[in-house]
């Protein structure tokens, strides 16, 4: 497994480009940061008003405890004003951050879509899903950790620092003696936080992918007796990962109470000078209380920040991964575009085609056929022949290198791309349901009417089974429709086929092995199938290939051999010899 | 509640002692930081009076230094020793969830799905370690501080003590009160992820079918849809949580606004000092925190305790397949007979295999045909005790096969299971995981046995090439290869076989048949297919349908007897 960067430095480009997309909410995140200002305000007024009430209305020769109640009612509406503002702020930060996300996935998704086949099978489908899941999810910390937070840290450190310069000077300029040693000590702390970090996510990911594996492979693990080893195995990953959150635990159980320790250093330094200046009558009482309670709310932002900062990173490698995949692009460009087509009856014709997966490796080679409207064409050649690329030039899923393939007459160039998808389907070997109802796995996307669907059921021979399903069309599949058998799974993917009633099919058979009952209904639903309409059966079974009107033998990338079932047979050529080898034994 | 957690006490008493010395920390950084603000008290109140001495302050700032030095000390002595210990407590549990699955059978992987287990092992791991830790820190630190505190200032202020901290109770109900709701909604906006996480995976793994049949709009509809919806859930949360902090401050605050009018009056009428007040102020905000801690322990608990039942679920299902306690030796020369089976998977009353009777010679290769659902792999199972037989029905060399050692039988009995499953490591490793010790000539061997030789060629490391995770840049059919080597190259006295080519072209498997009954001369084959052609190079078949067995025969019978071999042999096409 590819270990990712899970941190990257500071990237401006990734910083821009986020920004590019919270562009629509630029008023609600102004908004929050007039609220986060306002909150931060009052928060550090609330220290402010408590020293002019001492100074003012306490500790002075003429006390005056109706103002002190006046002074109260003010701290009760700042306090109220931090409450209201505070969620303001958080709330639109986080709808922000919200919609941003929703908006990149989206974006994401439909861009990875739109990619060629080429491109998707060169991608694992893995590394794909968390591209739109996990690392968008890490973007959406620049809105609830490095914009909420880190915003309100800096506001605060600032603000307090002003504050205490407007309350007395030589007294902050002391108190700021602090903050180089404060700040030295944070910057050390991010540096080991964010390294503590990294292991511990990279082991728990490691003993995740190890139990979860173990878990799926659990009856092979105890059929072979290797029980022992294994759990030996899982002890020493554990063991790693133990080690990983002991560190991690270390830098925290130091620089935790380091601040703290900072904290009360700074507040006895206050003291000891503001002591003598209160003493010698240059400083209020209430000046000196006030400091005390602000220094304390000092140096917790200053170790947040730094937290926050290692958060930021972690989201920087996530963005750099979905950017990054934003800009990777090989689509097939839909040339047709525009273009009015009707399908015809239906004629396919492959001129010189020519066509490779990789350079340097060709599969066809100046190949040309023709399937007549309304034929069943069979397609028969050795593995590897290339019987399965025909399906995919046709539809163009892939681009031919050279010739040209027309269906009824016209280049499928100048065809538009879903016009042209939705006349030519493909029934594939390897049957792909989605994990929703058999109603909606029918319908496949189509406005099909109860009845219409059901219909589509009955012809592929999906109907009987359906029925007998509890909810019937109803019934939903899991994943991989893993709670329908193999040959029912086939029938699904014919009915959706047969709904969508197209000009041309191509039938791509299953190579595995079908349960018998349904491999009846099977070749009952092709009949149906390639009924009235022309079909290319890119054949693996022998009845299949009986039941051709024509049957075109590929070999070295072009037709060798064509004609029907008996005229190749009494040929003793490439069909020949391929029958008595793959067809009997 | 604290019936589930009773499964840590072996563990904690493992780390007994750090858990005192983390305990002994605690105390003392609470006893030092309630200290602290009387020192601050004391120069405060020294301020403006005769006895005002810089050199008093100094001492007592410095008195105030070395306790916070001591302080800092403790906070980290409880720490490393009370968070330290529950960090092993979780790998201990861990490692022993890990251990007793291992020893399960498929009866409970059938029950329980792989990402319920996984759940299990890192969140519900995760809310027990933070029972074991966080929770008895809250639990103690706020029980000491906050009965500490309150204490101290009823003692020395009163009535005015009781007025000030009037609001802060609310603190720990809202916790109590919100922490529901927060759990509701957390959970609510987790499964809105797996929603997503599983439309992304699945539309990708589909993306073929999609382009195909044009459903590219409808996809991004719905998932446009799907992540409406994860921000709803998202925002619903934030709507709580956004309101919980902030409140939790303006409470504390309100503690303050009532200390700044009650304690303000009473400073005025000379009842407390300023420096009294100061302390106040101190010993307020100072509280916050303890009584948050008192709500969080009851959340952290609850949680850790339900989390606890869900891992003890695991742990108290016993192993229901094991060795007898007095293991006969094996008998390796020898039939393998089934006597009257009949099995239904526990739990269930139907049985899916009924009243079988058979042999699989010793030395022979014996067949089974049969439709999806006839029970085939359920009879394949059960025979290396992957699935427990009822007593006296699976014999080999006479005796039950429950008599034998678990590993013993296993270990002679090579089983290649219908879905493949490799592990992503190399396919060295893959091959020789029932025999660690065998060279890479063997292994070569096995693979041009299976016909992998061509296939490693085209791969850069050969046979040291990784598998990617799960096999996905393998082919079905050269998975299946590989899983077929896997089980051959211990060479076992047994080979059972479940529909091992289904993904592998008729002609390769043609060309493996052959050398694989080269190889296996003289030892015992069970090899279930859907093909006629393949079983038609067994000495034996037997047919079975709806848990029965309905024809036997050797294949040359077979095809001449009305039934359902002859019946699928057309279908395939043979010539009848």
């Known amino acids: 497994m590819k270990e990712e960067p899970l941190i990257k430095k500071y990237d401006p480009e990734i910083m821009r480009k986020i920004l590019s997309f919270s562009k629509p909410y630029t008023l609600h995140m102004t908004i929050a940061v007039i609220a986060l200002l306002l909150a931060t305000a009052a928060e550090l007024l609330l220290p402010v008003v408590i020293k002019t009430a001492i100074d003012g209305n306490i500790l002075t020769p003429d006390p005056d405890p109706a103002a002190l109640t006046a002074k109260g009612v003010l701290y009760f509406f700042l306090l109220l004003a931090v409450l209201l503002f505070s969620f303001v702020q958080v709330y639109l930060l986080a709808f922000t951050g919200q919609m941003v996300m929703k908006d990149i996935r989206v974006s994401l998704y439909n861009h990875i879509i739109r990619q060629s086949l080429n491109f998707m099978s060169k991608t694992p489908v893995g590394s794909l899903v968390?591209?739109?899941?996990?690392?968008?999810?890490?973007?959406?910390?620049?809105?609830?950790?490095?914009?909420a937070s880190v915003l309100k840290d800096f506001s605060l450190i600032i603000g307090v620092l002003v504050t205490i310069f407007f309350l007395n000077t030589r007294l902050a300029l002391i108190t700021a003696l602090s903050l180089p040693p404060v700040f030295i000590a944070a910057a050390v702390f991010r540096a080991k936080a964010r390294n503590a970090y990294?292991?511990?996510?990279?082991?728990?990911?490691?003993?995740?992918?190890?139990?979860?594996?173990?878990?799926?492979?659990?009856?092979?693990?105890?059929?072979?007796?290797?029980?022992?080893?294994?759990?030996?195995?899982?002890?020493?990953?554990?063991?790693?990962?133990?080690?990983?959150?002991?560190?991690?635990?270390?830098?925290?159980?130091?620089?935790?109470?380091?601040?703290?320790?900072?904290?009360?250093?700074?507040?006895?330094?206050?003291?000891?000078?503001?002591?003598?200046r209160v003493q010698e009558g240059d400083l209020s009482l209430g000046?000196?209380?006030?400091?005390?309670?602000?220094?304390?709310?000092?140096?917790?932002?200053?170790?947040?920040?730094?937290?926050?900062?290692?958060?930021?990173?972690?989201?920087?490698?996530?963005?750099?991964?979905?950017?990054?995949?934003?800009?990777?692009?090989?689509?097939?460009?839909?040339?047709?575009?525009?273009?009015?087509?009707?399908?015809?009856?239906?004629?396919?014709?492959?001129?010189?085609?020519?066509?490779?997966?990789?350079?340097?490796?060709?599969?066809?080679k100046n190949l040309s056929f023709t399937v007549y409207p309304g034929e069943t064409a069979a397609i028969a050649g050795y593995t590897g022949a290339g019987k399965t690329t025909i399906a995919n030039l046709l539809t163009r899923m892939w681009e031919i290198d050279e010739g040209e393939i027309c269906i009824d007459g016209v280049n499928i160039q100048d065809i538009p791309l879903e016009d042209l998808r939705k006349g030519v389907i493909p029934v594939q070997q390897d049957v792909f349901l989605f994990a929703e109802s058999i109603e909606e796995n029918v319908r496949a996307g189509l406005d099909l009417t109860e009845e219409q669907t059901a219909q589509a059921a009955r012809a592929a021979q999906a109907a009987g089974f359906i029925e007998k399903l509890p909810g019937k069309y109803r019934f939903d599949l899991s994943e991989n429709a893993a709670n329908i058998s193999t040959g029912q799974r086939q029938l699904l993917s014919f009915a959706r086929v047969l709904a969508r009633n197209p000009a041309i099919i191509i039938l791509?058979?299953?190579?595995?092995?079908?349960?018998?009952?349904?491999?009846?209904?099977?070749?009952?639903?092709?009949?149906?199938?390639?009924?009235?309409?022309?079909?290319?059966?890119?054949?693996?079974?022998?009845?299949?290939?009986?039941?051709?009107?024509?049957?075109?033998?590929?070999g070295s990338g072009r037709v060798q051999e064509e004609g029907t079932h008996e005229e190749l047979l009494s040929k003793k050529g490439l069909y020949y010899n391929l029958y008595k080898l793959q067809y009997t034994r | 509640m604290f019936k589930e957690l009773k499964t840590l006490l072996p563990f904690a008493r493992k780390y007994r002692s750090a858990y005192i010395i983390g305990f002994i920390c605690l105390l003392a950084t609470d006893a030092g930081e309630m200290y602290i603000p009387l020192l601050i008290k004391k120069a405060v109140d020294s301020l403006g009076t005769e006895g005002?001495?810089?050199?008093?302050?100094?001492?007592?700032?410095?008195?105030?230094?070395?306790?916070?030095?001591?302080?800092?000390?403790?906070?980290?002595?409880?720490?490393?020793?009370?968070?330290?210990?529950?960090?092993?407590?979780?790998?201990?549990?861990?490692?022993?969830?890990?251990?007793?699955?291992?020893?399960?059978?498929?009866?409970?992987?059938?029950?329980?799905?792989?990402?319920?287990?996984?759940?299990?092992?890192?969140?519900?791991?995760?809310?027990?370690?933070?029972?074991?830790?966080?929770?008895?820190?809250?639990?103690?630190?706020?029980?000491?501080?906050?009965?500490?505190?309150?204490?101290?200032?009823?003692?020395?202020?009163?009535?005015?003590?009781?007025?000030?901290?009037?609001?802060?109770?609310?603190?720990?109900?809202?916790?109590?009160?919100?922490?529901?709701?927060?759990?509701?909604?957390?959970?609510?906006?987790?499964?809105?992820?797996?929603?997503?996480?599983?439309?992304t995976r699945e539309t990708f793994s589909g993306i073929r079918v999609i382009k195909s049949l044009t459903m590219e709009t409808y996809f991004k509809k719905k998932?446009?849809?799907?992540?409406?919806?994860?921000?709803?859930?998202?925002?619903?949360?934030?709507?709580?949580?956004?309101?919980?902090?902030?409140?939790?401050?303006?409470?504390?605050?309100?503690?303050?606004?009532?200390?700044?009018?009650?304690?303000?009056?009473?400073?005025?009428?000379?009842?407390?000092?300023?420096?009294?007040?100061?302390?106040l102020i101190s010993y307020l905000v100072m509280l916050i925190w303890p009584l948050m801690g008192m709500g969080f322990t009851v959340n952290i608990l609850q949680r850790g305790a339900a989390s606890m039942g869900r891992i003890n679920n695991i742990l108290k299902t016993e192993p229901d397949i094991v060795s007898p306690p007095r293991p006969v030796p094996f008998f390796k020369e020898s039939d393998i007979k089934v006597k009257n089976l009949t099995f239904a998977y526990p739990g269930t009353d139907s049985p899916v295999i009924k009243e079988i009777n058979a042999v699989f010679r010793r030395g022979a290769t014996t067949g089974i045909l049969g439709r999806t659902g006839s029970g085939k792999s359920t009879l394949l199972k059960l025979l290396p005790r992957l699935l427990d037989p009822p007593e006296g029905t699976l014999l080999i060399g006479d005796i039950d096969i429950r008599n034998y050692k678990l590993e013993v039988l296993r270990k002679n009995l090579g089983f290649v299971p219908q879905d493949t499953f490799l592990f992503s490591t190399t396919i060295r490793e893959n091959i020789s995981f029932g025999k660690p010790d065998a060279g890479d000539s063997e292994i070569m061997e096995i693979c041009s046995i299976v016909s992998l030789v061509k296939d490693l060629e085209n791969f850069p490391g050969g046979i040291g090439t990784e598998v990617g995770e799960r096999g996905v840049t393998l082919s079905g059919g050269q998975k299946q290869r590989i899983a077929m080597g896997r089980a051959l190259l211990p060479d076992p006295p047994v080979l059972i076989m479940d529909d091992p080519f289904s993904s592998v072209d008729t002609e390769t498997e043609s060309s493996i048949l052959h050398r694989l009954f080269e190889k296996r001369q003289g030892k015992t084959n069970i090899l279930v297919s859907h093909r006629v052609s393949t079983l038609s190079r067994c000495d034996y078949v037997y047919v079975l349908d709806g848990g029965r067995i309905v024809q036997r025969g050797t294949p040359g019978e077979l095809l001449m007897e009305e039934g359902l071999y002859r019946e699928i042999a057309v279908l395939q096409g043979e010539d009848v």
């Open chain 2, 52 to 199: 005002f001495s810089l050199h008093r302050i100094g001492t007592l700032m410095l008195l105030m230094l070395s306790i916070a030095v001591s302080v800092g000390a403790a906070r980290f002595g409880w720490r490393f020793f009370i968070i330290g210990s529950s960090r092993r407590i979780e790998r201990d549990l861990r490692k022993k969830i890990f251990d007793h699955l291992l020893t399960l059978s498929s009866t409970f992987f059938g029950s329980v799905k792989s990402g319920d287990i996984m759940a299990r092992a890192t969140n519900d791991m995760r809310s027990v370690r933070r029972a074991s830790g966080m929770a008895l820190v809250a639990f103690l630190d706020g029980t000491v501080l906050s009965v500490g505190i309150v204490s101290l200032l009823f003692i020395t202020y009163g009535k005015l003590a009781l007025v000030t901290i009037l609001p802060l109770p609310f603190i720990t109900l809202i916790i109590l009160f919100a922490g529901k709701f927060i759990k509701k909604y957390f959970k609510s906006v987790q499964e809105g992820f797996s929603l997503l996480t599983e439309r």
């Open chain 1, 508 to 554: 791509d058979e299953a190579t595995g092995s079908i349960d018998t009952e349904t491999e009846k209904n099977i070749q009952k639903a092709v009949e149906r199938l390639t009924e009235n309409r022309t079909s290319l059966v890119i054949a693996h079974r022998l009845s299949t290939i009986r039941h051709a009107d024509r049957i075109l033998v590929l």
């Open chain 2, 223 to 279: 998932f446009l849809q799907v992540n409406l919806q994860y921000k709803e859930r998202n925002m619903r949360l934030v709507r709580l949580w956004g309101f919980f902090f902030p409140l939790i401050s303006f409470i504390s605050g309100l503690s303050l606004m009532l200390l700044l009018v009650f304690g303000g009056r009473a400073v005025i009428n000379k009842q407390i000092t300023p420096g009294d007040f100061t302390a």
């Open chain 1, 287 to 364: 000046v000196l209380i006030a400091f005390l309670s602000l220094v304390q709310k000092f140096y917790r932002p200053v170790l947040d920040f730094a937290e926050k900062f290692t958060i930021l990173q972690s989201a920087m490698a996530g963005g750099e991964r979905v950017f990054s995949l934003m800009e990777e692009s090989e689509i097939i460009e839909d040339t047709g575009k525009g273009k009015s087509w009707e399908p015809g009856r239906g004629k396919i014709e492959f001129k010189n085609v020519s066509f490779s997966y990789k350079q340097g490796e060709p599969v066809l």
């Open chain 1, 130 to 147: 968390s591209r739109v899941t996990n690392d968008v999810e890490t973007l959406n910390e620049f809105f609830t950790s490095v914009a």
């Open chain 1, 198 to 276: 990294r292991r511990v996510r990279s082991s728990v990911a490691r003993v995740n992918a190890f139990l979860s594996e173990h878990i799926m492979g659990m009856e092979i693990i105890q059929m072979f007796g290797r029980e022992e080893s294994t759990g030996k195995a899982f002890g020493k990953e554990n063991e790693v990962l133990l080690r990983a959150q002991l560190l991690e635990l270390y830098v925290f159980a130091f620089f935790r109470p380091l601040m703290n320790l900072f904290t009360s250093v700074t507040v006895g330094v206050v003291i000891y000078f503001g002591s003598s």
